[in-house]
């Protein structure tokens, strides 16, 4: 019974206090505040490239906020793209609590922000998922045309995942659908599936199920390393897709 009032603490894990900022790591950016359809208040930051070749839009995993990103702001700017990336409902200074149709209003917001506020055609813009922002950046890619979809660490629902986590618990009791695994294969966009065969949280097997049920054009990349410090241990690896996936979307 406790496990089901308080399924939300499992999936969800923010944190309020920003520990850095871009400028910490050599970036300029700058403060944005969108509003969610439903009214919520939230806060990202723009960090800009001086010739983007793309536009990404960077949603991130369950845990922490945006401040915990500044490595893979970095890493995505030395790719030459502008990034965006905000802090669902309940994390940093986003306002209300995270809840799953809440992350996807997020996640629509900071699309329309690129749109509206920003001028960026669809036709530039590669949403960029990891962990819990995987099936986030994969519901949104159902809902609007972007240039590109990425889907790092990510699992196959949610349910999958609470048999992996938590194996006694009953998994028809579970509120949570972040079903990716059904959403995958209606997105027509190029799709880039990056998982680490060590990922100690979310197992390998569900970033390649998550591949297998997707059309072309899409590409896997294995990393090595854990679920937090894959990309990290497998630089190279990782940032040599990461260009060559925004190379061939201008070709």
Not at 22 to 42: F, H, M, R, S, W
Not at 102 to 122: I, K, N
Not at 136 to 165: K, N, Y
Not at 196 to 201: A, E, F, P, V
């Amino acid at each position: 019974m406790l496990l089901t009032l308080f399924q939300s603490r499992f999936v969800y894990h923010p944190r309020r206090d920003l520990e850095s900022t871009p400028e910490e790591v050599g970036l300029n950016y700058q403060d944005v505040q969108l509003t969610a359809a439903d009214g919520v208040k939230l806060h990202g930051w723009w960090v800009p490239h001086p010739s983007p070749r793309a536009t990404v839009l960077l949603l991130h995993g369950n845990a922490g906020n945006i401040s915990h990103r500044t490595d893979l702001l970095r890493f995505l700017h030395e790719c030459g793209v502008d990034v965006l990336i905000i802090d669902y409902r309940g994390y940093g200074r986003s306002e209300g609590k995270p809840t799953e149709n809440g992350t996807y209003a997020d996640a629509m917001a900071a699309w329309r922000y690129l749109l509206d506020e920003r001028g960026v055609s669809p036709g530039r813009i590669v949403l960029h998922g990891r962990s819990l922002g995987g099936a986030v950046a994969t519901w949104l890619a159902t809902q609007v045309e972007p240039a590109g979809l990425i889907v790092e660490s990510s699992f196959t629902s949610a349910r999958d995942m609470a048999s992996q986590v938590l194996p006694v618990f009953p998994t028809f009791l579970v509120r949570f659908k972040y079903n990716s695994i059904n959403r995958i294969g209606e997105i027509d966009c190029p799709l880039l599936v990056i998982h680490s065969r060590d990922d100690d949280l979310v197992p390998h097997e569900q970033g390649r199920r998550l591949y297998e049920a997707a059309r072309q054009p899409k590409r896997f990349v294995e990393l090595e390393g854990g679920h937090n410090d894959g990309y990290l241990l497998s630089i190279e690896t990782y940032t040599a897709a990461l260009n060559a996936f925004f190379a061939g979307l201008a070709e």
